[in-house]
């Protein structure tokens, strides 16, 4: 996405491209929810280092990538010499150390997780709650289905992630800040993007690649 948008990726100050979060700005993350809005993305101003490929509200938010990061943040939340990450580590003895240490999972892992009732016994109380706010908003809210109540599963798993001291990521910034931006997150959408990339892999690889990576990222956000 940062690249669509020309901005600067990785760990930078300002790394959203709606509004002007600062990213290092610790103390606030969760306190101060409304950031100046973003009002363009020129080069050389706030972390937007090329011309934007894309128009802003053609962008569209990956569930899977919010999940993800979402899961990676709370592992690293987690008190290290807790059972919690012992227990983790038995669960996925092919995993690293250091991947578990960061949080870097992928999607059956989390499932796999997910469905482990004595996991969710081994945590302390904190850890729990952010654990089971965290599958409540994989189920009402980055899923198939959108719960009724799904401001509120949000705004449960923002206060039990702020209790547990978990960093906030550009994701959770998201969630926080951008929710009727992250509403684009339908199950309509989800299949159509799918299905508009398969076509679009299709049309590259019979041709589309000669004019260019300019083109291919155009035509995949949907210009
Ligand atoms: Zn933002």
Redo the contacts with the bound molecule.
């Keep these: 996405m940062a690249l669509l948008l020309g901005m600067q990726i990785c760990y930078t100050k300002y790394c959203?491209?709606?509004?002007?979060?600062n990213n290092r700005d610790k103390k606030n993350y969760y306190v101060n929810k409304l950031?100046p809005k973003?009002t363009s993305l020129t080069p050389g101003e706030k972390n937007v280092v090329n011309l934007s490929f894309v128009l802003q509200e053609k962008i569209y938010l990956p569930p899977l990538h919010i999940k993800l990061r979402i899961m990676n943040n709370f592992v690293k939340g987690m008190d290290k010499i807790d059972r919690g990450v012992e227990y983790v580590r038995n669960k996925f003895p092919n995993v690293s150390d250091s991947k578990i240490k960061e949080g870097i999972f992928v999607g059956p892992q989390v499932r796999e997780l997910m469905q482990d009732k004595p996991f969710d016994e081994g945590l302390n109380e904190t850890e729990r709650n952010a654990w089971l706010s965290f599958k409540s908003i994989c189920r009402d809210f980055l899923g198939n289905h959108k719960a009724a109540n799904y401001q509120d599963v949000v705004q449960d798993l923002l206060s039990s992630y702020k209790a547990m001291g978990c960093n906030m990521s550009?994701k959770i910034?998201?969630l926080e800040?951008?929710l009727d931006f992250s509403q684009k997150i339908s199950a309509k959408s989800l299949k159509n993007t799918v299905k508009d990339f398969t076509k679009i892999l299709c049309l590259w690889k019979s041709g589309t690649k000669a004019s260019g990576s300019r083109v291919f990222w155009q035509t995949i956000a949907g210009h």
């Design positions: 959203c491209f709606l509004c002007e979060w950031w973003r550009l910034d998201f800040s951008h």
